[in-house]
Every structure is written in C-alpha cells, then in structure tokens.
C-alpha cells in the first residue's frame, strides 16, 4: 500500500508569509505524528495526534505554530508569519498505535520549508 | 527528559564491518529503533529491538542492546557504498507520544 505522503516537496516562501504544509497518513493508522530536522537543532518532536484525543503540542517551538488534523486523517502543519529559523526539513509520520504491539513510525519524504 | 546520543561519523571500507554505537538515558524505554536517511530522501526504518531482547539479526544487521549500560549499537556486515548515508537511534519517550533522535552517525564508504 501507499506510504506516508507529503506536499509540497519544497517550499520557498518570504519572511512573514504564512506557509501550510500537508500530510496524508499510511491508510489505516490512528496516529499522527510532526517532526522538523534542521541543520542546528537535529531531529524534534512538534506534534503528535491520537485519534479523538487531545493532540500532544508540547514540541510546538512558538505559537506561530499550529497543526490540525481532520476526519481523523490528513493533516496540515501550518506556520505563521515565518521566519528565517523556520527553514528546515519537516517530516511527518504515521502509527498503527495499538497498545501491546511495535508502535513503529513511519515516515514521508518530508517537506523542505526555504524562508527567504 | 531523555537524551540519546551518537558519533557523528563513521568511514569504513567497502566490504568491512560498520558498527554505529548510540547510548540513550531512558531505561523505560521498550522499542529502540534505527533509521536511515539518504541524501534527499525521508526517513527509513531500517530495524528496531524489543527491550527485552539482547541482540537481533537481520540479513546484514545486526542489533545489540545492552540495558544495563543503555547502549545500543548497530553492525552491518559486509558494508558496501549503497550503505552510505546518515543512521539515527531513535527512543520513544512520553509513552510512545514521540521519538527522541540521536544526531545521527554519517557513513562514508570507499573502495
């Protein structure tokens, strides 16, 4: 079956645009899960969704940050007013999520965010 | 809150042995993964190791885990160019909310 998909690929936008980038998750998987990799700072949990619950936002760097995810499926990772130091990779991932089994992530090929 | 840390590079020639090493802080930790990220490209899973488990063989891989030491290591036999790339440890933390990554280990290999 497909993998985790992601558009765009790049994105070069100007400082202070807003930016929104999606995510549509391996069919089946209940959760969801933001991950940004730049030069600086490595690889960093953003956000993490689980079905109907209360998403985790606690790797959320500002509050120009912000993610939702409708239906329970595809989810769009949307930035504000952007800066400079938002340029980076963002990597998106999915999980089966059921307790007692490998709850492995599986990732897309990213969406590489350019702020001019 | 948890820490894993790797070498950040490792050059070997084609055909010898690769051993990564990766030493994290949480020992709650159940599953402990690898990845493999190519040039451009997203993240692989490559494999991962169940806690309670000392070592776990995959065609050229090679996963041992030390849990008193809470050492990882990852050996890939016979190491040929296409393994060329950047290898993270990944630890789940906050109950499996999220992976904490390792800064990953660049593998380089020449003829």
């Known amino acids: 079956g497909a993998g985790v998909s992601q558009s765009p690929s790049n994105k070069v936008t100007e400082k202070g645009k807003d930016v929104e980038l999606r995510c549509d998750p391996i069919?089946?998987?209940?959760?969801l899960y933001w991950y940004r990799q730049s030069l600086g700072q490595g690889l960093e949990f953003l956000i993490y969704f689980q079905g109907n619950s209360a998403p985790d936002k606690s790797g959320l760097p500002s509050d120009r940050f912000s993610a939702e995810r409708t239906g329970g499926s595809v989810s769009t990772l949307t930035i504000q007013r952007t800066q400079q130091e938002d340029s980076a990779v963002y990597l998106c991932?999915?999980?089966?999520?059921?307790?007692?089994?490998?709850?492995?992530?599986?990732f897309g090929p990213g969406t590489r965010l350019t702020v001019l | 809150g948890e820490d894993v840390e790797q070498s950040l590079f490792l050059s070997v020639r084609e055909g010898d042995s690769s051993v990564i090493n990766c030493t994290y802080t949480d020992s709650s930790s159940t599953y402990l993964y690898w990845y493999k990220q190519e040039p451009g490209a997203g993240l692989q899973l490559l494999t991962y190791?169940?806690?309670?488990?000392d070592m776990k063989q995959d065609q050229r891989l090679t996963v041992l885990l030390n849990k008193k030491d809470k050492h990882l290591s990852l050996r890939i036999a016979d190491t040929q160019t296409g393994d060329s790339a950047i290898y993270f440890c990944a630890v789940p933390s906050g109950g499996y909310n999220k992976l904490i990554f390792g800064a990953g280990t660049r593998l380089a290999v020449h003829p």
């Open positions: 991932a999915s999980s089966l999520r059921r307790d007692g089994v490998t709850d492995t992530q599986y």
């Open positions: 069919s089946g998987h209940t959760a």
């Open positions: 190791i169940f806690s309670n488990m």
